[in-house]
């Protein structure tokens, strides 16, 4: 069956790195554009990351210049490399799979890691 399965958070103190990991499992991972979401309590889910089938990032503006999307298509992975973490980068951080043209809300989720980022 289809999962995604994140590891890699934790609590880390404000200007510390964190890199995340999403494994992908029952599904051609290398058809689907990737992305990190997050959701901080008490608020919306909020888009972070994403990369298409093509390599193409995008970064939500909070997140430009400290955060790296990637994916390593032989691995059926995608990471996300977090430095100069805020305390407002406290989240759970989830990632998400989906065909290119299609919402992310209607794709593969996995059940989120948490992010705590300590001042």
């Known amino acids: 069956q289809v999962q995604l399965v994140e590891s890699g958070g934790g609590l880390v103190q404000a200007g510390g790195s964190l890199r995340l990991s999403c494994a992908a499992s029952?599904?051609?991972?290398?058809?689907?554009?990737v992305a990190w979401f997050r959701q901080g309590a008490g608020k919306e889910r909020e888009f972070v990351a994403t990369?298409?089938?093509?390599?193409?990032?995008v970064y939500t503006d909070s997140v430009k210049g400290r955060f790296t999307i990637s994916r390593d298509n032989a691995k059926n992975t995608v990471y996300l490399q977090m430095t100069s973490l805020k305390p407002e980068d406290t989240a759970v951080y989830y990632c998400?799979?989906?065909?290119?043209?299609?919402?992310?809300?209607?794709?593969?989720w996995g059940q989120g890691t948490q992010v705590t980022v300590s001042s």
């Open positions: 029952g599904f051609t991972f290398s058809n689907y554009k």
């Open positions: 998400a799979a989906q065909y290119d043209l299609l919402a992310f809300e209607n794709g593969y």
């Open positions: 990369s298409r089938r093509n390599g193409d990032t």
